[in-house]
């Protein structure tokens, strides 16, 4: 991750937090010899935890950045191609359906 420009610091505490080399909460937690979090390593975990999110490379960016901008043009998705006589039919019949399920 270094290689690729992450920096030294955050690769260090990932390291130190979930590897052999420090407190290994990964495998304890794994294996089931962590049974109570304590308030510091239920921060490091979350702090752990946004930084593995906040990964990513540039066309992973590019592409959800345009899946959410396509959102946002039409939040509401393309229209029904049903008519408007198949769309009453089949809420009538969800509501039939529900009525006598209850």
Same mark, same amino acid.
């Given at each position: 991750?270094?290689?690729?420009?992450? /920096? #030294? /610091?955050?690769?260090?505490?990932?390291?130190?937090?979930? $590897?052999? /080399?420090?407190?290994?909460?990964?495998?304890?937690?794994?294996?089931?010899? $962590? =049974? #109570?979090?304590?308030?510091?390593? @239920? @921060?490091? @975990?979350?702090?752990?935890?946004?930084?593995? !999110?906040?990964?990513?490379? =540039?066309?992973? !960016? @590019?592409?959800?950045?345009?899946? !959410?901008?396509?959102?946002?043009?039409?939040?509401?998705?393309?229209?029904?191609?049903?008519? $408007?006589?198949?769309? !009453?039919? #089949?809420?009538?019949?969800?509501?039939?359906?529900?009525?006598?399920?209850?």
């Amino acid at each position: 991750m270094v290689d690729n420009g992450f /920096d #030294a /610091d955050w690769e260090r505490f990932l390291r130190t937090f979930l $590897l052999s /080399d420090g407190s290994n909460v990964r495998n304890l937690i794994a294996h089931g010899f $962590l =049974d #109570a979090i304590d308030p510091v390593n @239920a @921060a490091l @975990a979350l702090q752990a935890c946004a930084v593995m !999110v906040l990964l990513t490379t =540039d066309e992973a !960016v @590019a592409r959800d950045s345009a899946t !959410v901008k396509a959102a946002l043009a039409n939040p509401t998705g393309p229209r029904s191609r049903r008519s $408007l006589r198949k769309r !009453v039919v #089949a809420a009538v019949m969800a509501a039939w359906l529900e009525l006598r399920r209850t």
